[in-house]
Each structure stands twice: as C-alpha cells, then as structure tokens.
C-alpha cells in the first residue's frame, strides 16, 4: 500500500502541510523531507496537484471506497460508489455486484441495506459503556450467552431501541473485544456473544498507560500499532473518546499526548477563556481552524487547530456546547451535520471559490484555507454525483 494511501482513505483530498506532516516521521527515517518524497510520488504518477490539494492517482480498493464516501455525509450505494471509483480510474471495483474485500474494511461501515459511510460520519456522542452494560444486562435477565443484534435491539429498553440499528451494529462489531464479547457479522448473521477468552485491560487504556509510559508525543500509527487490530480508524475511535474524557489532547494533525506533559507550560486558563469567548460572542457556529487563526494572531502562538479543539472537546459538557464532526463548536444546536452538508445546502456549482467562501461564512465561522478545501472537496463531489443514475 502507498504511504499516503490510509491518509486518502481517512481525509479525502489533502492539503500540503497536512500531507507533509503526515509523511514527517517516515521522511525522517529514511532520511529525506516530505517535500522530496511528494515530489517522488508525484513523478511516479501516485499522486497530483490539484491547486492546493494533492489528490490520489490510484488507491487500493479498500482505500478508494473510503476515499469516495469522505465527501458523502449520508453515505452512498455500494454500486454508486463502485460507479465512482471506476469512473475516477483509481481502482477498478466490479459494479454487477458487492466486492466484498472492497467494502469489508475499518474505514466505512454499513448505514442502511446495501448503503455504506465514512467512518468519520459517525455519530460519536453515543455512549459506548451503557451500550454494553445494557446487552450485557439482557442477556444476563434472559440467562442467554448471545443473541442477534436485531432481537435485542427489538426488545431492549427505549434508550437503546432510539440508537438507529446500523450505528449500534457498528458499535457492537467495532467495540466487541474491548468489552469481552464475540460480534459475527457475516452473512447478514449479526450475532453478538460473550467470549470467554476476555481480558479486562481494555484498548483506552492501553493506549493512555503507553503516552504516560513514554511521556511525549505519539503518532496516530504508533498507536494504532498498540491496538489488536492496528487499524487507524479504531484508533481515531478510541482516542475520540479520550480526548473527549480529558485524558488525551490532540496537538497537531494524528499528533496526540497526555494533558500533563502538552499543558507543562502552557497558560491553559488563557486559551480557554479564548476559546469560550470565541463561541459564546459568535453568531454562527465556529469551526476549529477559527481558534487557530483567532488565538495564534492575537497572542503570538502557533499551536494548531486539532489542538484548540481538543481544548474545546472537554469543556462541553460544563459549557453546554454543541459539536460536529468534532471540529465545529456553538452555545446553540448546530443545524447541519458536517462541512459536507452544509456546503450541499448552501455553495453553487457556477461561483468561484471566492463567492462560495462567502456563502459558507453566513452559515459557519470558518478560516480561508480550510474553506477553500471544503469548497474543493464539495465541487469535486457534485461533479461525481452528475454521473450517478437519476442525477
């Protein structure tokens, strides 16, 4: 697989100092700079410049599945999405029926019969830990050792029968070992069962006991190497609800470490104050890239936007806040889902990207740059979507 190939799969298109700070610990192993090294990639026909991205030329199946639904917050058909990556000419997935080794991966999961998602649309805010003390409440009252996902969710109580099944099916196979239980999905069999080789050392705090041990900062992939499964998306699952919990601070893009060691010598009071001014004063939902821009300029730091908003993460439920995607923040619910949806909403094919960026500030607080990748990502989606049926 290519080095920036999972990059692709997780965030779609990329920005240069995004892809450069990805490629910076592998540059530094062999030697080289991540300049040189999308030099290369480029002159090897891997990757292209677009303006200020750098798109993918070819991808693996599994990664071009990914790398399509990046741009799809309510997801797509499996042949729709083959369409598309046939049509791109980054892989070539059979369109007559389901590739099973191209949809069956860590960075998607199955939100509707035949439907599939990005993993980044996920909805995040479910509480995983009552999720399994339920299942594991009904199955202990019903003297059962397991059960299909759909009998339970059926029968369970009101507050885990309002979880749409597909999400609680996808926390169910995603979170299975973590909590001592067996998940077979295959088949349509969605069978969830108790497994006796369990061991209580979950994944979390695997994680955190090792950025406690080593005491600096760790790469997304150092920490997916911790994890059973070494996947990058459950390790962005689990470090979500981390950061969320005041244990983990992002501080740069897949840079993470422990709040003791990032805040040693940081004026932590300050940035806060200025993270909740900026929200509290806004009339609009604010996205993370604002806090960065903001708070750099007015108090000469550099620190970046995934960290600003790691910040602003724990603070939520003492503030009230409301959050999407982890990114956008408002003292107000927020009404729209994703970057995605909102530019579907509101952004027109026929403007420039200036024009565009101007829409999408009347509905989110937002940097330039970030923008103007928002706006490339959502122009080359639509484009897509005209050579799906019925569009």
């Not at 300049?35 to 200020?52: A, E, R, T």
């Not at 003791?260 to 104050?273: A, M, P, R, S």
């Amino acid at each position: 697989m290519g080095i920036l190939d999972e990059c692709f799969a997780n965030e779609g298109n990329l920005l240069h100092n995004q892809a450069e700070e990805y490629l910076e610990e592998y540059s530094n192993s062999i030697g080289t700079s991540p300049s040189n090294i999308l030099d290369f990639l480029v002159q090897n026909k891997k990757i292209s410049l677009d303006d200020d991205c750098i798109v993918p030329v070819t991808l693996p199946k599994q990664e071009a599945v990914a790398y399509i639904l990046s741009w799809y917050d309510k997801g797509l058909p499996w042949m729709d999405i083959s369409r598309l990556i046939n049509l791109r000419q980054i892989a070539n997935v059979r369109e007559s029926w389901l590739d099973s080794k191209a949809f069956d991966s860590e960075y998607i999961f199955q939100c509707d019969r035949g439907k599939y998602k990005h993993i980044k649309y996920f909805k995040r805010n479910l509480d995983i830990g009552y999720i399994f003390s339920s299942l594991h409440k009904y199955l202990s009252d019903n003297s059962l050792s397991g059960i299909h996902v759909k009998d339970w969710h059926d029968h369970a109580e009101d507050q885990i029968k309002s979880i749409d099944y597909y999400e609680l099916r996808f926390v169910l196979r995603s979170y299975a070992k973590d909590y001592g239980y067996c998940f077979d999905g295959k088949s349509g069999r969605d069978n969830i069962s108790n497994d006796s080789n369990f061991k209580t050392v979950t994944q979390r705090e695997i994680i955190l006991n090792k950025m406690l041990e080593l005491g600096k900062v760790m790469t997304k992939q150092e920490i997916a190497r911790l994890i059973r499964s070494e996947s990058l998306n459950h390790a962005s699952l689990y470090l979500a609800e981390l950061i969320q919990a005041g244990q983990v601070v992002q501080v740069d893009f897949a840079k993470y470490t422990t709040p003791n060691i990032v805040f040693k010598n940081i004026d932590i009071e300050q940035l806060t104050k200025e993270i909740v001014r900026i929200i509290e004063e806004s009339m609009r939902p604010v996205d993370s890239s604002i806090f960065e821009l903001s708070i750099n300029q007015n108090l000469g730091y550099s620190y970046s936007k995934y960290f600003y908003a790691s910040i602003a993460l724990q603070m939520l439920n003492e503030k009230g806040w409301y959050v999407v995607q982890n990114k956008i923040f408002w003292n107000k619910p927020i009404p729209f889902n994703s970057l995605a949806d909102i530019s579907r909403q509101c952004l027109m094919i026929e403007n420039s990207t200036s024009d565009n960026f101007r829409l999408l500030l009347n509905h989110v607080l937002i940097a330039e740059k970030e923008a103007k990748n928002n706006i490339a990502n959502w122009r080359s989606s639509y484009e897509q979507q005209t050579h799906l049926p019925g569009q």
